[in-house]
């Protein structure tokens, strides 16, 4: 498998350099994840498979007031045979824990699916950041793109996803236990 070079420059430029936040709370942060579009038996008969690849998805987030977050994603399914890009729009809810180590959260939100045809669905979820650092963080999330029956080109599935999340400017983290 070759890989495109301007794309490891991103990925080596996006999580090497230190930058300086773009505003007093550190309001952005962005994330290169893997994920996938997985589809019953029989909605995978209806679209060509039951597992999309969805490699790399990439997303950027802005922390809005109260523990809410607006979240921006793409994807495209690169090497495989199913076509799949979703342009994805989630509102996350984080219950207020956005200066712990690990936040949870909950989403809703709406994708633009491209397969046969462009497709809107409603989504809904769940996830979890775990922050390893201020700057560095892996995010685990799963929605459930839900697709009404009226549109033949795409059913609803589950789309898991995880990978690495960098905030711009450091993060300030609530102590470990084994700090205090």
Same mark, same amino acid.
């Given at each position: 498998?070759?890989?495109?070079?301007?794309?490891v420059?991103?990925?080596f430029?996006?999580f090497?350099?230190g930058?300086?936040?773009?505003?007093?709370?550190?309001?952005w942060?962005?994330?290169v994840?893997?994920?996938?579009?997985?589809?019953?038996?029989?909605?995978?008969?209806?679209?060509?498979?039951?597992?999309?690849?969805?490699?790399?998805r @990439? +997303?950027?987030?802005r922390y809005?007031?109260k523990?809410?977050?607006?979240?921006? *994603?793409f994807?495209t399914? #690169?090497?495989? /045979?199913?076509?799949?890009t979703?342009?994805?729009?989630?509102?996350r809810?984080d219950?207020?824990?956005s200066?712990?180590?690990?936040?949870?959260?909950?989403l809703?939100?709406?994708?633009?699916i491209?397969?046969?045809?462009?497709?809107p669905? @409603? +989504?809904?979820?769940?996830?979890?950041?775990?922050w390893?650092?201020?700057?560095? *963080?892996?995010?685990?999330? #799963?929605?459930y /793109?839900?697709?009404?029956s009226?549109?033949?080109s795409?059913?609803?599935?589950?789309?898991?996803?995880?990978?690495f999340?960098?905030?711009f400017g450091?993060?300030?983290l609530?102590?470990?236990?084994?700090?205090l």
């Amino acid at each position: 498998m070759r890989i495109n070079f301007n794309f490891v420059l991103l990925f080596f430029l996006t999580f090497s350099i230190g930058t300086i936040a773009q505003n007093k709370q550190n309001k952005w942060t962005a994330g290169v994840s893997i994920a996938g579009a997985k589809y019953s038996l029989d909605a995978g008969r209806v679209v060509g498979g039951q597992l999309a690849n969805q490699s790399p998805r @990439l +997303n950027i987030s802005r922390y809005i007031f109260k523990g809410l977050v607006l979240d921006a *994603g793409f994807a495209t399914a #690169v090497g495989d /045979k199913q076509k799949y890009t979703t342009f994805d729009g989630t509102l996350r809810y984080d219950f207020g824990t956005s200066i712990d180590n690990v936040v949870p959260y909950v989403l809703l939100g709406g994708s633009f699916i491209s397969a046969t045809k462009l497709t809107p669905t @409603l +989504n809904f979820g769940g996830g979890a950041t775990f922050w390893f650092t201020q700057q560095y *963080g892996m995010n685990l999330q #799963v929605m459930y /793109k839900f697709s009404e029956s009226k549109f033949e080109s795409q059913k609803s599935h589950v789309y898991p996803s995880i990978g690495f999340v960098y905030s711009f400017g450091f993060r300030s983290l609530n102590p470990r236990l084994w700090e205090l």
